[in-house]
């Protein structure tokens, strides 16, 4: 019987492999060396498809960000309610919903957007500093700038305005990323003296509470920064004298 042929080494098992050991053991674990044990070839054999490991850990940040859904600023609607994108025949129902082509408001995508992006991070946390570095020439991190920017111009943004809001967002919600609020507090009451800290009696529930605590303040915080957008939008739409 004919011995199983090994599968052909390509891009996408490197990234998968080391998007797994980045997961597991963080960006300092990975190594070619790491890589091509685990994918049962020699270290050689990597420089084919990636000429160097930065290369690869940028491959995989793309694929997190491949992940985000970018779907809800093809329909935005702009100032004059028309839909951004063309992404769909343009008929609605009539509750304002249709085949793709619904107009969406421009903040109701940016809420939808930010809590995918952040799920996306949520499951691969150790790849966030190299997201942190900005798109440069990834192709997945580059559709998501574009997607937001266009967006927010075709919603009616300047795009000097446009171009922070992608900022800021980014900001936000790579910063909610990095670590968990709740979990940096221990779960020992004794650690919370009343007397050096009388407002912190109820700190050690913090840590099992994580989930509600971290999505709760991702929440409220999105919400005041969408808000604090809504003022500014209103602003720059009415007419000067």
Request: hydrophobic fraction near 40%.
């Amino acid at each position: 019987m004919a011995r199983p042929r090994k599968p052909l080494l390509s891009r996408d098992r490197i990234v998968e492999a080391a998007g797994a050991l980045v997961d597991a053991e963080g960006l300092e674990a990975v190594s070619t060396r790491r890589l091509a044990a685990a994918l049962g070839v020699s270290g050689p054999s990597l420089y084919n498809h990636f000429r160097t490991k930065d290369a690869i850990l940028e491959a995989v940040a793309d694929a997190v960000s491949a992940r985000v859904d970018l779907s809800m600023f093809d329909a935005v609607g702009g100032p004059d309610g028309n839909a951004a994108g063309g992404g769909g025949t343009g008929r609605c129902d009539g509750d304002g919903h249709g085949d793709g082509g619904a107009r969406r408001d421009w903040r109701e995508a940016l809420h939808a957007w930010a809590h995918s992006y952040r799920d996306a991070l949520a499951d691969h946390p150790n790849i966030v500093p190299v997201l942190a570095r900005g798109p440069g020439r990834r192709p997945a991190g580059l559709r998501l700038a574009d997607a937001v920017f266009g967006a927010m111009t075709e919603a009616g943004w300047p795009p000097a305005h446009a171009t922070r809001i992608g900022a800021l967002m980014r900001y936000f919600i790579l910063g909610s990323a990095v670590a968990s609020f709740a979990r940096g507090f221990v779960d020992d009451e004794a650690a919370y003296d009343p007397v050096d800290y009388p407002h912190l009696g109820q700190a050690h529930l913090l840590a099992e509470r994580r989930r509600e605590v971290d999505e709760g303040a991702f929440e409220t915080g999105l919400t005041a920064l969408l808000d604090g957008l809504s003022l500014q939008y209103e602003a720059l739409r009415e007419p000067r004298t």
